[in-house]
């Protein structure tokens, strides 16, 4: 199970952490991705990180705004968003890979409800 929280309105510029709490299997074993979902389209990749916690990937749209951690002592992973624009305005989901290193961005076998961010003036 993925239980994502930390979600809420955020002024342009601003900042959110989104957390997500593993449960069920061998959290630190596997490669997991956010991603997010926009009105009335699909799922977009936005990074993963992979079973160290020391690799993360980034979706352009992201790249040096958002950064991805996890802490697998306590089976978290969490979504830093900083400089929020108001197209990040969207449904976030914490997901879980197939893999232990590799990102498909789009393979999940696992995935939360969701948590919605708003970002508005």
């Known amino acids: 199970q993925l239980v994502e929280s930390g979600g809420g309105l955020a002024q342009p510029g601003g900042s959110l952490t989104l957390s997500c709490a593993a449960s069920g299997f061998d959290f630190g074993n596997y490669a997991m991705s956010w991603a997010r979902q926009f009105p009335g389209k699909g799922l977009e990749w936005v990074g993963g990180?992979?079973?160290?916690?020391?690799?993360?990937y980034y979706d352009d749209s992201v790249k040096g705004r958002f950064t991805i951690t996890r802490d697998n002592a306590k089976r978290m992973l969490y979504l830093q968003m900083n400089d929020l624009k108001l197209e990040d305005t969207a449904r976030y989901y914490c997901a879980k890979e197939r893999t232990s290193y590799q990102i498909t961005g789009r393979d999940y076998d696992l995935r939360g409800q969701g948590t919605q961010v708003t970002v508005s003036s």
């Open positions: 990180i992979v079973k160290d916690p020391t690799d993360a």
